[in-house]
């Protein structure tokens, strides 16, 4: 049995490092700005629900 | 004996994308998003509604977001004519290091999460309008106005033009004449500014075949219809102080800046159709990009200040 792999070039790897950091920076700004932002919308509210 | 055998793809035959992180930015159109965020900034602050500082930045974040993800799509489906001139051919996607493929997915992902987050976090009718901004700019001048009528950007420059307005929305979570005249004011500045850059771009327009206005009408119809712009620019320019939305300051300063425009205008009105160097053209072209940020500028510095000097104890 045969697989293919892929080896990636110097190049190729550097680029998909960069991409790999700018993703993860988006993905926490977008977590940090939708938690930030139901602090803000709700308020004390938050909290102050009955269960 | 192995049972598998692995055969490594080297030397970038797999395809493996080259694209960094800063040709995906370079993908959102920078130079374009900060005017836009400005621009919204502006419609956002002006609004008769103290808006919580963590929603305002999310509402900007959004409509800068939304403005990229438009100038992504726009840079996708115009690869091709982006290629054949100087000023575009080294855009990520013409120059090979993004592939139109990418740019796509990377356009259509920002489009929805822009236009989801703006409406979920801030307000649905700024998103609805975030969202008809990126399809008014995505498709109906980029996939059917630039290659079609020199009105293009007369009709596209509707797209640049709604930031204020969604910035309000933003705030108000509706809309009314005022931003509506922010709204007019780059609308109508948006053909003088575009036209003097393609007055002295005729060559490479021409070559990708777009029919900018003065490929097609030429250029002595340009200069006048420039001209005539301009003299409307100048006084839609003053009308937020004559319908009393700013005061007296903002007046003197937009008839100041109204006139400059008016005389660079006509500078080039005045301009040779042979002239090689076309001077006059490009000191418009960087003299209405001073113009709208200063206008905008003067707007912003009267709302803030007439607000500051109304609070108790000043």
Do not use: C
Request: proline fraction near 5%.
């Amino acid at each position: 049995m045969q697989i293919e792999t892929v080896k990636p070039t110097e190049v190729q790897i550097k680029a998909r490092r960069s991409r790999s950091i700018a993703i993860a920076l988006a993905l926490v700004a977008f977590v940090v700005v939708v938690y930030v932002v139901s602090i803000v919308r709700l308020g004390p509210a938050v909290i102050d629900r009955s269960f | 004996m192995a049972f598998v055998e692995k055969t490594a793809l080297e030397d970038g035959a797999s395809g493996m994308s080259e694209a960094t992180a800063g040709d995906f930015f370079a993908l959102l159109k920078p130079r374009v998003m900060s005017l836009v965020v400005f621009t919204a900034f502006v419609g956002l602050v002006a609004a008769p509604v103290a808006v919580n500082p963590v929603i305002a930045v999310t509402a900007i974040l959004s409509i800068a977001i939304g403005a990229g993800a438009s100038g992504a799509l726009n840079m996708w489906y115009d690869a091709d004519i982006d290629a054949l001139m100087k000023r575009t051919a080294g855009r990520p996607v013409p120059a090979g290091r993004v592939k139109p493929g990418e740019a796509l997915a990377f356009g259509l992902v920002l489009s929805v999460l822009s236009v989801m987050a703006l409406g979920v976090l801030v307000d649905w009718l700024a998103a609805s309008l975030l969202a008809f901004t990126i399809f008014f700019y995505a498709v109906v001048y980029t996939m059917w106005l630039k290659r079609w009528t020199p009105q293009n950007i007369v009709i596209g420059g509707a797209a640049g033009a709604f930031p204020p307005i969604i910035g309000w929305a933003a705030a108000t979570g509706s809309v009314s004449l005022e931003p509506v005249i922010l709204f007019l004011i780059i609308f109508l500045w948006t053909p003088p500014h575009f036209w003097a850059l393609a007055l002295f771009k005729a060559d490479e327009y021409g070559r990708a075949g777009i029919p900018m206005m003065p490929n097609v009408a030429g250029v002595a119809s340009t200069r006048r219809q420039i001209f005539a712009y301009s003299l409307i620019v100048a006084v839609v320019g003053v009308l937020p102080w004559a319908l009393g939305y700013v005061g007296v300051a903002y007046g003197a300063v937009a008839v100041a800046l109204g006139a400059g425009f008016v005389w660079y205008a006509w500078r080039v009105l005045r301009m040779a159709d042979s002239d090689p160097v076309m001077r006059p053209a490009k000191m418009l072209f960087a003299y209405s990009l001073l113009y709208l940020f200063a206008i905008f500028a003067t707007y912003l510095a009267d709302k803030v200040i007439v607000r500051a000097l109304a609070m108790p104890g000043v």
